[in-house]
């Protein structure tokens, strides 16, 4: 085999819910993770070297180096089947670069997809599992796609049932925000409010709303507690909030730490409509129509 292609898709929080920081400078999580149609797209290539490309919007904001969670990717695997391989990336992005949707996340769970069937490792999802969680809290949910509870981290997930497709627009913003600096906003924010932390929990309704395929109950439920934290780096996100919310989006919420925000539709059409009007609202670089759930990693 000369070349494999991998498809990851992006990720929306329907409920993100920040727990006490941790000793190893991560939070406990309640993170409840939905798979979305914006995908990425991870060729492996034979080569004697491992070296990463990026193409699409914004692919000069993705570090081509060690710093590259696909390089990661690969070279992780390659130590943990003990040999040394190469290969290289070429990764098409339409996954909003550093913009709460786990972008970096899909890219390494796609070269980990890719090179365990380029070099013909056959390593089982669960190796690949683990070794996901090591490159990254999200990574492990691209690998699984579909709709999650993740707890601990964020890596230790269980499936949960959706009871139907769900309807989604990304107002996709001008350059992204670092994860770590929102976290370490929200825990700042907690510090000044004295907010009594409270251990996380999953919100039933909004697994009820999921089971259903009930968009407008679900609407109500979406929680993220990143979202002060990330509202206040980048203050024009209320606007583009209020303007999703004011042309009838049934829920709006900043994805993960942000800055795109997503908004629930009521259908295919409405979605659509809300996109177009988004866009014209001047709230957002683009606004793009999205379902879920879908898929994790997967060949194509
Ligand atoms: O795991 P990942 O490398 O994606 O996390 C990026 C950063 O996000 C971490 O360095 C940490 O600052 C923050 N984070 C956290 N708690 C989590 C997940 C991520 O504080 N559960």
């Not at 709460?100 to 013909?120: I, K, R």
């Not at 004295?194 to 309704?205: F, L, T």
Request: some cysteine; aromatic content about 4%.
């Amino acid at each position: 085999m000369s070349s494999v292609t991998v498809r990851v898709p992006a990720k929306v929080n329907v409920q993100l819910s920040v727990g006490p920081l941790r000793d190893d400078g991560y939070h406990d999580l309640v993170n409840v993770f939905h798979a979305v149609s914006i995908f990425d797209e991870v060729v492996a290539k034979e080569s004697e070297l491992v070296t990463v490309r990026v193409e699409g919007e914004h692919a000069d904001q993705v570090p081509l180096d060690d710093g590259n969670l696909a390089i990661q990717a690969a070279r992780a695997l390659a130590k943990h089947a003990g040999r040394t391989y190469g290969v290289e990336l070429v990764i098409s992005k339409a996954i909003p670069v550093a913009g709460g949707m786990a972008g970096g996340s899909a890219d390494a769970a796609g070269a980990l997809v890719a090179c365990n069937e380029l070099w013909g490792l056959g390593l089982p999802r669960e190796d690949l599992m683990e070794i996901a969680a090591d490159l990254g809290s999200d990574v492990p949910f691209s690998l699984l796609g579909g709709t999650a509870v993740g707890t601990g981290r964020g890596e230790q997930l269980t499936g949960v049932p959706t009871g139907g497709d769900f309807h989604w627009v990304f107002a996709v913003a001008d350059g992204g925000l670092s994860t770590a600096t929102v976290y370490a906003q929200c825990d700042r924010l907690r510090e000044a409010t004295g907010e009594q932390v409270a251990w996380p929990q999953v919100n039933d309704g909004l697994l009820a709303a999921l089971a259903a395929g009930d968009a407008g109950r679900l609407g109500a439920e979406l929680v993220n507690d990143l979202q002060p934290a990330a509202v206040m780096l980048r203050r024009s996100l209320t606007r583009t909030l209020d303007a999703g919310r004011e042309l009838g989006a049934l829920g709006a919420i900043v994805s993960g730490s942000g800055p795109t925000c997503a908004f629930l539709a009521r259908d295919g059409d409405h979605a659509r409509e809300l996109a177009a009007a988004l866009s014209g609202a001047g709230v957002c670089r683009l606004a793009v129509a999205a379902h879920g759930e879908v898929p994790g990693a997967e060949i194509v």
